[in-house]
């Protein structure tokens, strides 16, 4: 007598649970995510269709698909880590990794708009030599005024806040809205810097 062996049926993969301090940090890290890399793409898209022949496409259209294979995979897997935490149950018992995110998002966006502020200044009149740190005019020239040691003290800070405050569980009602704001901020600033700029005859 024969017997059918009927198929096993897979049970659901099992996601661990999280905390409610997970879940807020984990959306909060999916929505920049996703916000970022949806305005990135059509930005860099934009400019790798732009007129070779124009200088200013020549020489920004190039970093365009760097950044459109970048914000690509941020949308992605900002998509999807929104998907994975919807879909996980909430309980107090559960794990608060995905608060690491938003130290990641903090550094992030302070390292953004450090990159914002000129390694050298100069006043009124004359132009900087980035190279040799000088002003220059047609008259004279002088040690430009240096703003490296800023630039130096914003980026660590940023690191030793990130590592020690903002990952933080029991503060996340006020570390997320804080990493969200840096990360916004700094790749703002970004986006106007690089593939924001209307680079199009």
Known sequence: MCHHAWPMSRPPRYLSEITPAGRIAGYTSAVCLTLTGAVYLPFSIDELTCNPLFAACARYAPGGIIIAIGAGIMLLFGVVM?????????????TSGYTVFLSALFVAGILGLVASIPPYTCPAGTHVDPLAALCINSR????????????????????????TVIWRPRWVRLTAPIAAASWFAGLGWLLTATVGRNVKP
């Open 82 to 94: 929104g998907v994975l935490v919807r879909r996980r149950a909430v309980s107090e018992a559960g």
């Open 140 to 163: 004279t020239r002088f040690a430009a005024t240096s703003w490296l040691w800023v630039k130096w003290g914003l980026a660590v800070a940023a690191f030793a806040i990130g590592a």
